[in-house]
């Protein structure tokens, strides 16, 4: 089985500042995808950030870094330079995928809300 | 964006009444996924997909069930509605392991 635990119900930033939203999963599968999504108080689901569990660089996409330690078990977001539009909730999310069709199963994690102050 | 569509997008029912939730895609992606989101829960997994007629359960699966008898629509059934399923419901699609992409959400209320 696998799942996500995201210990931060709630973080406050600094408009400019950088953030980092914690992490952890656990799974007996050797590969597998974790995603991290953003959810503003308009409700849709906006996909943000994907590592796969075999690459060798962490991701990128603009602002949005993935700390990916392996070792640990954790898939930390780190946000830089925050603006007020970041102010939302965070879901990180794994995907462990082997040659079986059923285990193409997506799990969340239970979410950060994120506050970017002026 | 991924053209995906959930119908309807919100919804009062009563108590014991059968409910259907259409989730309509336009990518030809193989994988669907229905989850429930409530509040300190996160999203939840009811039922996914990984093909026409193949499903399977997700962690919180029971009052529900779902169809797919073509690639793009998946239904999700609540069979006989109860106040516990009072939710925002959300559909996924995917085809890479890279990616998943949602819906805009349907609010369901059962009173």
């Known amino acids: 089985a696998q799942k996500i635990t995201q210990t931060q119900p709630g973080m406050f930033v600094q408009e400019k500042e950088a953030v980092t939203l914690d992490c952890t999963y656990d799974t007996s599968d050797p590969s597998y995808g974790l995603f991290w999504y953003k959810q503003p108080s308009s409700g849709e689901m906006i996909f943000l950030i994907y590592q796969g569990s075999y690459d060798q660089q962490n991701a990128t996409e603009g602002r949005y870094s993935l700390n990916f330690q392996k070792a640990r078990k954790s898939a930390n977001l780190v946000i830089s330079a925050s603006q007020l539009g970041d102010s939302a909730m965070y879901f990180c999310a794994m995907r462990s995928f082997n040659s079986g069709g059923s285990n193409y199963k997506l799990t969340f994690g239970k979410g950060t809300l994120l506050t970017v102050n002026p | 964006d991924a053209g995906i569509t959930q119908s309807p997008r919100h919804k009062v029912t009563e108590t014991g009444t059968p409910v259907t939730l259409r989730c309509h895609q336009t990518?030809?992606?193989?994988?669907m996924y229905w989850y429930r989101q409530d509040p300190g829960h996160g999203l939840r997994l009811i039922h996914y997909s990984y093909g026409v007629k193949d499903t399977d359960k997700g962690e919180v699966s029971d009052g529900y069930s779902v169809s797919r008898s073509k690639t793009e629509d998946f239904l999700l059934t609540l069979e006989s509605a109860t106040s516990s399923q009072t939710s925002v419901y959300f559909c996924?699609?995917?085809?890479?392991?890279?990616?998943?992409?949602f819906g805009q959400g349907t609010r369901l209320t059962v009173v």
């Open positions: 990518e030809n992606h193989r994988y």
């Open positions: 996924a699609i995917s085809e890479s392991h890279t990616e998943a992409f």
